[in-house]
């Protein structure tokens, strides 16, 4: 069974910190892993995707990829009321089925 | 560029009744996903298209579920004799889906309230 966990949090920080949101992962053949961030009522959006070991970075937002330790994590920086939503890790893991495997999201709350 | 587009947004139907749920994907993409989220829980994969096949059904959660894809664009999903536990948003997605990656671009949803 391939498996995505993040812890669900809630992960408060104040305006201005790093917020800094963790996934691991079951299958060490797995091959893309992205993140999505998605407001209450909303569906998600894509907000970074990454493919090979280090970091990626845009704009205040780095993604993390550890394919060693089975880990990819999400840093925003400078984080800003509007970021508080629920952050959703997901794992491709190759194969003809296409379809991502979901963490069950970490809520961020960025306090003013 | 227009995004992934589904209709109807919101669905309030009795119980036993059918109900077919639509989506628009991205222009180009030939790949096409249906998820569902139920209240406060994650997103369960249910089927994938590439172009108008789907070569694995086994998402689906009962056989009342069936879906269709024509002319490598708009796909239904159709649920048959709708029941309570069927509630939950329906999510489309669509993706390139090329062999380096698979990033998916999800529409606005339908939301399905089984009465």
């Known amino acids: 069974q391939k498996e995505v966990e993040q812890n669900s949090g809630p992960l408060s920080v104040p305006e201005g910190a790093i917020a800094s949101l963790n996934c691991t992962y079951s299958?060490?053949?797995?091959?893309?892993f992205f993140w999505y961030r998605q407001y209450s009522g909303k569906s998600p959006e894509l907000i970074m995707f990454?493919?090979?070991?280090g970091d990626k970075e845009d704009g205040r937002f780095t993604a993390q990829l550890n394919k060693a330790s089975q880990y990819v994590s999400l840093l925003i920086r400078d984080s800003q009321p509007s970021d508080s939503a629920t952050y959703l890790c997901a794992v491709y893991y190759g194969g003809s089925q296409g379809n991502l495997i979901f963490g069950k999201g970490t809520k961020l709350s960025v306090k003013p | 560029g227009a995004g992934v587009s589904q209709s109807p947004s919101n669905k309030v139907t009795e119980k036993g009744k059918d109900v077919e749920l639509r989506c628009d994907p991205i222009s180009g993409h030939t790949a096409l996903y249906w998820y569902r989220q139920s209240l406060g829980q994650g997103l369960e994969f249910l089927i994938y298209?590439?172009?108008?096949?789907?070569?694995?059904k086994s998402g689906l959660p009962s056989d009342r579920f069936s879906a269709e894809r024509t002319g490598g664009s708009v796909s239904t999903l159709t649920i048959q004799r709708t029941q309570q536990e069927d509630s939950a948003v329906y999510l489309c997605?669509?993706?390139?889906?090329?062999?380096?990656?698979?990033?998916?671009?999800f529409g606005p949803g339908t939301r399905l309230t089984v009465t």
């Open positions: 997605a669509s993706s390139l889906f090329t062999s380096g990656g698979n990033e998916q671009y």
């Open positions: 298209f590439q172009g108008n096949s789907a070569p694995d």
């Open positions: 990454i493919y090979s070991n």
């Open positions: 299958d060490r053949g797995s091959q893309s």
